[in-house]
Nanobody
Framework: QVQLVESGGGLVQAGGSLRLSCAAS????????MAWFRQAPGKEREFVAT?????????YYANSVKGRFTISRDSAKNTVYLQMNSLKPEDTAVYYC?????????????????WGQGTQVTVSS
């Protein structure tokens, strides 16, 4: 059974940084695509960043976070991270970790089968 547990959310001022963690169990984070999505109140869940399950670990980002956020994985800890720098109030949302049954990444919510419970990120202006 695949389980994903996010942590690291919190309240931060604009311009600050946070690092989110997604601890996986049930299968390795390498070998399967992993992704971060977010959902703000009243809005649909949207893609943030993804890393492929291939050996190289190709990454892809939403335009809104490119250059500010970095996704990475630690196979030894079976954990995926999202380093968020230069945070803006519009980054405020619940952030979800997800994985799919394949190594190639996608940006659509429907492509991901396993989801964590989410962690709240609030950026104050």
């Amino acid at each position: 059974q695949v389980q994903l547990v996010e942590s690291g959310g919190g309240l931060v001022q604009a311009g600050g940084s946070l690092r989110l963690s997604c601890a996986a169990s049930g299968r390795p984070v390498s070998g399967y695509a992993m992704a971060w999505f977010r959902q703000a109140p009243g809005k649909e869940r949207e893609f943030v960043a993804t890393i492929s399950g291939t050996t190289v670990g190709l990454t892809y980002y939403a335009n809104s976070v490119k250059g500010r956020f970095t996704i990475s994985r630690d196979s030894a800890k079976n954990t995926v991270y999202l380093q968020m720098n230069s945070l803006k109030p519009e980054d405020t949302a619940v952030y979800y970790c997800a994985t799919r049954n394949g190594s190639y990444y996608y940006t659509r919510v429907s492509e991901y089968y396993y989801w964590g419970q989410g962690t709240q990120v609030t950026v104050s202006s």
